[in-house]
């Protein structure tokens, strides 16, 4: 029994190395976390970074003032470069920063082709290298924070190790979507990246609900 107990532990502990586990923490207050559960393929790459707490400073600039930048397809959206100073977050701090701005904003769940291209937009025109999402990869696939159906849109038919996205290949760890404006010289585009890489974030609510 031992010796059938110690080759179930070295298998396990093979598998891991194998396909990357996704990181598992919880930041100061119990808000958002990096994704945890569930395994993907490993492509290479590395990795690593903890979650920092964000405070969220709004100087006005949006609709009136306040904290909606822009409203289309029945949502609000909000930019947080343009309340914050330009500051960059990870991942789960980025959501956070969305989920403090009040009832309903998330990060940005991009449903459909026209949201798309409207996201599109917005980091073209204020020339942004990459914006976060509200997009991570749970369980067995990528879930939007809204709660909509996934539908990969726009996914990039390159990256880092120069295959379609999304590709796993930084470390196994590759949990959470970003939208990078040509930085592989592959258009305004979906990546999958490693959650602890600092970049801004488009929030979003549904306008019919809080208008």
């Not at 789960?92 to 996201?119: M, Q, R």
């Not at 999304?166 to 590759?174: C, I, M, S, V």
Request: one cysteine or more.
């Amino acid at each position: 029994m031992k010796a059938v107990f110690v080759l179930a532990f070295v298998t396990a502990m093979a598998t891991a190395q194998i396909y990357g586990s996704r990181p598992s923490y919880t930041p100061p207050g119990g808000f958002y976390a990096a994704p945890a559960g569930g395994s993907r393929p490993i492509h290479g790459g590395g990795g690593g970074g903890g979650f920092k707490p964000v405070q969220v400073v709004s100087h006005g600039g949006g609709l009136g003032g306040g904290l909606v930048d822009d409203s289309y397809g029945g949502s609000d959206y909000h930019f947080s470069w343009r309340h914050d100073g330009g500051q960059k977050y990870e991942w789960g701090a980025a959501n956070h920063y969305c989920a403090k701005l009040g009832p309903g904003w998330y990060g940005v769940s991009i449903e459909t082709c026209d949201e798309d291209k409207f996201i599109d937009s917005i980091i073209g025109g204020d020339k942004l290298e990459y914006i976060w999402t509200g997009g991570s990869f749970e369980g067995y696939g990528w879930k939007w924070a809204s709660g909509a159906p996934f539908e990969g849109l726009d996914w990039s038919y390159t990256g880092g190790a120069g295959i379609p996205q999304p590709d796993n290949r930084e470390d196994g760890k590759e949990f959470c979507l970003a939208v990078l404006n040509y930085f592989y010289q592959d258009g305004i585009t979906w990546h999958d990246v490693a959650c602890h890489h600092l970049k801004p974030i488009i929030c979003e609510r549904r306008s019919h609900t809080y208008g």
